[in-house]
């Protein structure tokens, strides 16, 4: 057989067990037979063919095992192992203090209510007879136009405008005297003294 298969071979055998040390851990046993392998290819690629077949032996392992490692730990996270050893990185959500203020806004997600004046992309939306600062989901949204709590992000409620087939929030009006004098929770005036 042709020494330059065995250099070959070789050099596929270190740079696979490169990969495999990112994999496996191995306290360094499987990164010292890579090297070793590597290495061996090299020599056998020198001592039978001469300086250029060396020389291009060595330029294909400088090139292919950065490569392959870079590839290796960017599919490493991925798997079952890399899962487990690997801390999940929080969320913004996960982060902030749950304080009242921040309980309130996560009920409003899935929500009707009113764009309160012109979005473009931020304004104020009124839900439940409650006004909030807010963001549209990228488009704008006119004054009275009705709207959906998508998310909460920080302390701003995102919004995208309600579709057709949707149901349509009841609109509270800001005028006192346009409302029925039930809704505005005065106690009865039919006797005054009682």
Request: charged share 20%.
């Amino acid at each position: 057989m042709d020494p330059l298969v065995w250099s070959v071979l070789l050099l596929f055998i270190g740079v696979a067990l490169v990969c495999v040390e990112v994999f496996v851990p191995s306290g360094g046993v499987l990164g010292f037979l890579s090297i070793a392998s590597l290495m061996a290819g090299i020599v056998l690629a020198f001592y039978h063919r001469g300086p250029e077949a060396g020389f291009i032996f060595l330029a294909i392992t400088a090139v292919v095992v950065p490569i392959a490692i870079v590839l290796a730990f960017r599919y490493w996270p991925k798997t079952p192992m890399g899962r487990r050893l690997l801390l999940q990185v929080p969320t913004s959500t996960d982060v902030l203090p749950d304080s009242p203020r921040r309980q309130q806004l996560r009920e409003l997600v899935g929500r009707a209510g009113v764009a309160r004046c012109l979005m473009m992309p931020s304004g104020a939306v009124v839900v439940d007879g409650k006004t909030f600062d807010a963001i549209s989901e990228g488009v704008s949204i006119e004054e009275g136009q009705p709207i959906k709590v998508i998310k909460v992000s920080g302390s701003r409620v995102v919004v995208r405008p309600l579709d057709e087939d949707e149901e349509q929030p009841a609109v509270a009006s800001d005028d006192v005297l346009s409302q029925p004098i039930e809704s505005l929770g005065l106690d009865s005036l039919e006797d005054p003294l009682a």
